[in-house]
């Protein structure tokens, strides 16, 4: 009888989702394009991971290729270059999300409190443009700037300096790379934190205007607060790719003289794939590690974040 019960209770659950869906079915309709996109490009190629445990030959294909279990890890964990990358890619990426992560969230409490409103546009303009850019462009400005022949060190000559080698110096070029990237990135990056901060109730700056508050106090006590959530679900989405960030930019950027110093996990990938004995079920294997560390530090942060009293990512 329990049994029959538990049966009922499904299928009228399941007979109210179905009219919920018909309900809202040119909602759900909407919803097609996006999900027929990632079971093409998202969840079927996941059936190539499965290379990580084969040794593939060409001949065979992939799902002809022998298995090898965890073969591929050992020879992947006994590699310095893996290691070398991993440590690269850790200390590169805590320093993005040290002095990148924060760029954005400054640059929309600077823009919130501009009272002129057109300059407040243009300036959201200019600033959200360079994310339109592509790498290929921005490292190309930066070359023209920061070469040894650049502008800088052509104004560095002018008055009897020496020329500075900005790009080919390891020392000089990581902190390029997080100025570039807040250049490319921050204005676009701001627009989340801005709409975030027009969903704020105004009647709590008028009672604070009431009270006598300052900008700053309104600042540090309504703004901020307000808009914690969605620095922290930010923060945590960025956490996740914390293993993966950058590729495209130290791509395009690097150059022989700092390549080694900037030798990040993506980049090893690379490689390994192209540069060196191809080698597919390696270079998976690698991918797939590096997924899973991502996967790793998002669930750390998400729980971290509710330990501290956040919401994470699902409330």
Same mark, same amino acid.
């Given at each position: 009888m329990e049994q029959q019960t538990g049966k009922r209770s499904f299928g009228e659950r399941a007979g109210n989702l179905g009219r919920a869906i018909w309900k809202h079915r040119a909602i759900y309709t909407l919803l097609i394009p996006g999900l027929v996109w990632y079971a093409i490009f998202a969840y079927m190629p996941?059936?190539?991971? $499965?290379?990580?445990?084969?040794?593939?030959?060409?001949?065979?294909?992939?799902?002809?290729?022998?298995?090898?279990?965890?073969?591929?890890?050992?020879?992947?964990?006994?590699?310095?270059?893996?290691w070398r990358a991993m440590w690269k890619t850790i200390t590169i990426n805590m320093g993005r999300m040290i002095f990148q992560f924060p760029a954005p969230i400054i640059l929309a409490l600077l823009l919130n409190e501009f009272r002129m409103k057109r300059y407040k546009r243009v300036l959201q303009t200019v600033y959200t443009f360079p994310h339109f850019l592509?790498?290929?462009?921005? +490292?190309?400005?930066?070359?023209?700037? *920061?070469?040894?022949?650049?502008?800088?060190?052509?104004?560095?000559?002018?008055?009897?300096?020496?020329?500075?080698?900005?790009?080919?110096?390891?020392?000089?070029?990581?902190?390029? *790379?997080?100025?570039?990237?807040?250049?490319?990135?921050?204005?676009?990056?701001?627009?989340?934190? %801005?709409?975030?901060?027009?969903?704020?109730?105004?009647?709590?700056?008028?009672?604070?205007?009431?009270?006598?508050?300052?900008?700053?106090?309104? %600042?540090?006590?309504?703004?901020?607060? $307000?808009?914690?959530?969605?620095?922290?679900i930010m923060f945590i989405m960025t956490t996740?790719?914390?293993m993966s960030m950058g590729f495209d930019q130290i791509f395009n950027m690097s150059n022989a003289a700092?390549?080694?110093?900037?030798?990040? *996990?993506?980049?090893?990938?690379?490689?390994?794939?192209?540069?060196? +004995?191809?080698?597919?079920?390696?270079?998976t294997a690698v991918s797939l590690f590096r997924s899973v560390l991502n996967m790793a530090f998002l669930v750390l942060a998400d729980r971290g974040s509710k330990l501290l009293g956040g919401g994470g990512l699902f409330g």
């Open positions: 996941m059936g190539g991971l $499965s290379l990580a445990f084969k040794q593939y030959k060409a001949n065979l294909g992939i799902w002809g290729s022998p298995w090898i279990g965890f073969g591929n890890y050992e020879f992947v964990f006994r590699d310095a270059a893996f592509s790498w290929v462009i921005v +490292a190309s400005i930066a070359t023209n700037v *920061l070469s040894l022949d650049g502008m800088i060190n052509q104004v560095v000559t002018a008055f009897g300096g020496e020329p500075i080698s900005f790009l080919g110096d390891p020392t000089a070029f990581i902190p390029i *790379l997080y100025i570039t990237d807040i250049w490319k990135y921050a204005g676009y990056g701001s627009i989340i934190y %801005l709409a975030a901060i027009s969903g704020i109730d105004m009647d709590q700056y008028e009672a604070a205007d009431i009270d006598g508050a300052s900008r700053t106090q309104k %600042l540090m006590h309504i703004t901020i607060p $307000s808009i914690l959530p969605t620095i922290i996740g790719q914390i700092v390549k080694q110093s900037v030798e990040v *996990l993506d980049m090893y990938i690379y490689r390994i794939t192209f540069q060196s +004995a191809t080698d597919f079920s390696f270079s």
